[in-house]
């Protein structure tokens, strides 16, 4: 099994930087990519971004040039820098793994959420 555990939220002014943290432990070698989804006041689960096993990352349209994806020895904890952060960035950040399951990719953990609030 993999556990996921979150760090790094906080109160931050409108143009400042925050660094979230996804430690993860357990079985980390079943990990096949990991993402970072938020959810802001009152609205849905959005991807924000993601890093696979190869390195590749994608991001949201939204924080695209803002944000960056990371990871440190191999799967040990992955990071969302987030730079020129904006009050719509307002939200609780999840981090979630996707496992390795034989010849399939499934759903796993998910981290249980930090809270990052952007002011005006």
């Known amino acids: 099994q993999v556990q996921l555990a979150e760090s790094g939220g906080g109160l931050v002014q409108a143009g400042g930087s925050l660094r979230l943290g996804c430690a993860a432990s357990g079985n980390i070698f079943s990990i096949d990519a990991m993402t970072w989804f938020r959810q802001p006041p009152g609205k849905e689960r959005e991807l924000v971004a993601s890093?696979?096993?190869?390195?590749?990352?994608n991001y949201a349209a939204s924080v695209k040039g803002r944000f960056t994806i990371s990871r440190e020895n191999a799967w040990n904890t992955v990071y969302l820098q987030m730079n020129s952060l904006k009050p719509e960035d307002t939200a609780v950040y999840y981090c979630?793994?996707?496992?390795?399951?034989?010849?399939?990719?499934?759903?796993?953990?998910w981290g249980q959420g930090t809270q990052v609030i952007v002011s005006s």
């Open positions: 890093i696979s096993s190869g390195g590749s990352t």
């Open positions: 979630h793994a996707l496992l390795k399951s034989g010849a399939f990719v499934i759903s796993g953990p």
